[in-house]
């Protein structure tokens, strides 16, 4: 078995982290894993954990495919490694993999995503996440799946005009976010998909209705702004919102929302819109136009909303336009502040979105779709995995110091399938030093069988 070579290194290595370093991020998720029921009648020759566990890996791994995962599986060295690193003493085959996971029902998979927040909160490191007062947490939808032939009960439908039927699963994800961060660490998310007796589509707000009192029963005590595009702009979501004691800053257009636009302008007309402008030390101007309480729109006057209206223009001359409702007060100290908090959703749908389809996470590859739960619980344990990574990111400097040797995320986590497929690794921290100091860190044993 591998073990740290003990001759001195230069310069004295960084330290796992206790309690934010991979093998103490996936030991809470395990523990949560072996609380979910295992509803498979006769004796299992794979243990639910040992399933949940392996299908992480797949996506903590940045595998492509199950089949490229599968034909390394039953290597001794890949099985010593699944059981040192990931906890696994049996891996699946990739048809039983899919198999059991379709069984597995996502409310029970929110337990892991809330139990390492709950971590982040109790060591109060979501203070450096603190925006306004709270924490900002931006729900996105995003398509997870579509096709034109493969389809299970839970899937969406879309008719085309040339009879066609499209199918689709969709996701809405909440996150925490900050302006100034670059991490995003989702909650948890909640599936846009076909629901039991339903007659329409499901939908994002529909999926918003769900997701966002499971929020506050995950988090009761926690101040949080929530983020939203236009079409959260509603009476009915913003009367949710305040019940549940959310506060908010939502995207909201012309087209959307005329009535409050137009009472906007009649304010203006008359002098009571705030407005002023500034450049900034990097030459942008940037305007602004606030108001306190205006009615929502004619059918629901009575809520009242404070609306922010902001456009940039760059050195360069590019202009850029945006406007959000809030419940925040706004006052010409707060109004930067709120627009930033806002523009964050922006950057999030653009950023985090982008990371999960196009770089290392295959948000949108097809692992299999299954009959019940498949595809939502392959795409939940992907955005798990990018919780761990994220918080590693955030918290763990033997993890930042790998990630810094090897320059991109790509780059780190091809490095780490080759040494994971090509040698008997034996801890996290042992790969993570061999990656940053090569064979003066850590010892890594070839197989030699
Ligand atoms: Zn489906």
């Given at each position: 078995m591998a073990k740290v070579n003990q001759a001195p290194l230069k310069t004295k290595p960084p330290k796992l982290n206790k309690n934010f370093s991979i093998p103490a991020l996936l030991s809470q998720i395990r523990k949560?894993?072996?609380?979910?029921?295992?509803?498979?009648i006769s004796t299992p020759k794979f243990s639910l954990p040992d399933v949940l566990m392996s299908g992480l890996a797949i996506f903590g791994l940045k595998y492509r495919s199950l089949l490229d995962f599968d034909q390394k599986r039953n290597k001794e060295r890949v099985r010593a490694n699944l059981?040192?690193?990931?906890?696994?003493?049996?891996a699946p085959c990739d048809t039983q993999?899919?198999?059991?996971?379709?069984?597995?029902?996502?409310?029970?998979?929110?337990?892991?995503?809330?139990?390492?927040?709950?971590?982040?909160?109790?060591?109060?490191?979501?203070?450096?996440?603190?925006?306004?007062?709270?924490?900002?947490?931006?729900?996105?939808?995003?398509?997870?799946?579509?096709?034109?032939?493969?389809?299970?009960?839970?899937?969406?439908?879309?008719?085309?005009?040339?009879?066609?039927?499209?199918?689709?699963?969709?996701?809405?994800?909440a996150s925490i976010v900050h302006p100034d961060k670059s991490q995003v660490l989702p909650l948890f998310p909640e599936p846009i998909t076909y629901q039991d007796g339903a007659t329409k589509n499901d939908c994002e707000s529909n999926a918003s209705k769900r997701l966002l009192p499971k929020i506050r029963d995950a988090f009761p005590d926690q101040k949080i702004i929530i983020l939203q595009d236009s079409l959260a702009g509603n009476g009915p979501h913003l009367n949710l919102l305040k019940n549940l004691g959310f506060s908010y800053i939502i995207g909201v257009q012309p087209g959307d929302h005329q009535s409050l636009f137009e009472e906007v302008k009649t304010r203006l007309c008359a002098g009571?819109?705030?407005?002023?402008?500034?450049?900034?030390?990097?030459?942008?101007?940037?305007?602004?136009?606030?108001?306190?309480?205006?009615?929502?729109?004619?059918?629901?006057?009575?809520?009242?909303?404070?609306?922010?209206?902001?456009?940039?223009?760059?050195?360069?001359?590019?202009?850029?336009?945006?406007?959000?409702?809030?419940?925040?007060?706004?006052?010409?100290?707060?109004?930067?502040?709120?627009?930033?908090?806002?523009?964050?959703?922006?950057?999030?749908?653009n950023e985090n979105i982008?990371?999960?389809?196009?770089?290392?996470?295959?948000?949108?590859?097809?692992?299999?779709?299954?009959?019940?739960?498949?595809?939502?619980?392959?795409?939940?344990?992907?955005?798990?995995?990018?919780?761990?990574?994220?918080?590693?990111?955030?918290?763990?400097?033997?993890?930042?110091?790998?990630r810094q040797e090897c320059r991109s995320r790509i780059s780190l986590w091809e490095t780490v399938r080759g040494l994971f497929a090509g040698f008997f690794v034996g801890c996290w921290e042992n790969l993570w030093l061999v990656i940053i100091y090569g064979s003066k860190g850590g010892v890594l044993q070839p197989d030699t069988s």
């Open positions: 949560d894993f072996n609380k979910i029921p295992d509803h498979r059981r040192d690193l990931y906890g696994v003493i049996q993999l899919r198999t059991v996971l379709d069984e597995v029902s996502p409310a029970d998979l929110c337990t892991p995503f809330i139990s390492i927040h709950h971590r982040l909160l109790s060591q109060d490191l979501l203070k450096n996440y603190e925006y306004l007062g709270a924490i900002l947490v931006s729900a996105d939808g995003t398509g997870q799946f579509s096709s034109f032939k493969v389809n299970c009960p839970k899937c969406c439908q879309k008719n085309h005009h040339n009879g066609e039927i499209e199918y689709y699963h969709q996701l809405l994800v009571k819109v705030e407005e002023f402008e500034e450049r900034g030390e990097d030459g942008i101007l940037r305007s602004y136009r606030f108001v306190n309480e205006v009615p929502l729109n004619k059918t629901h006057p009575d809520i009242l909303v404070n609306f922010l209206d902001y456009r940039e223009v760059r050195k360069d001359g590019k202009e850029y336009h945006f406007s959000w409702i809030t419940d925040i007060h706004l006052v010409k100290t707060n109004v930067c502040l709120v627009m930033r908090g806002g523009r964050t959703r922006w950057k999030i749908e982008n990371t999960l389809k196009n770089q290392d996470y295959h948000l949108e590859h097809n692992y299999g779709h299954g009959k019940k739960h498949l595809a939502t619980i392959f795409a939940m344990l992907m955005l798990l995995a990018f919780l761990v990574d994220q918080v590693q990111e955030l918290c763990c400097d033997l993890f930042k110091a790998a």
